[in-house]
């Protein structure tokens, strides 16, 4: 565990937050996540990095592609959009609120389902 003020190797980040090396380094090298070097080039990471790592994750799992979370993450650091921004970011809520209701749809289906099961069977 990382104390506070301390910096983490690659190895560590990806222990904490369950991604693989490999794919913090392809966030590095999308510009999502940076890392400091030592004189070694090994890669240390700050603590916040954690979250940023969970928020990148977060994104990609919602359905955004890597160009979409590059443009989104200096907005969600900043807490600023542009105008165009703002139109990004309510087209990509859209589309999760569109999915999140077809998710729902698809459990009360399957939740039909199970109880009918357990009704013949019991």
């Known amino acids: 565990m990382v ?3 301390e910096m983490m ?3 560590e980040l990806a222990g904490q937050t369950g991604v693989s090396v490999r794919a913090l380094r392809y966030y590095e090298e999308q510009g999502l996540l940076t890392s400091e070097r030592s004189v ?3 890669r240390y990471y700050t603590e916040d990095a954690v979250d940023r790592v969970r928020l ?3 994104l990609y ?3 955004l592609n890597s160009k979409a979370v590059r443009d989104i993450m200096p907005c969600m650091d900043s807490g600023m959009a542009s105008t165009s921004m703002l139109e990004l970011l309510a087209t990509e809520r859209d589309r999760i609120d569109e999915r999140m209701r ?4 698809t459990r009360d289906r399957l939740t039909t389902v199970i109880e009918q099961g357990h009704a013949t069977r019991g």
Not at 102 to 105: D, I, P, R, V
């Open 3 to 5: 104390r506070t003020g």
């Open 9 to 11: 190797r690659i190895g």
């Open 40 to 42: 070694s080039d090994q």
């Open 56 to 58: 990148i994750q977060l």
């Open 61 to 63: 799992s919602a359905g």
């Open 102 to 105: 077809e998710l729902a749809e």
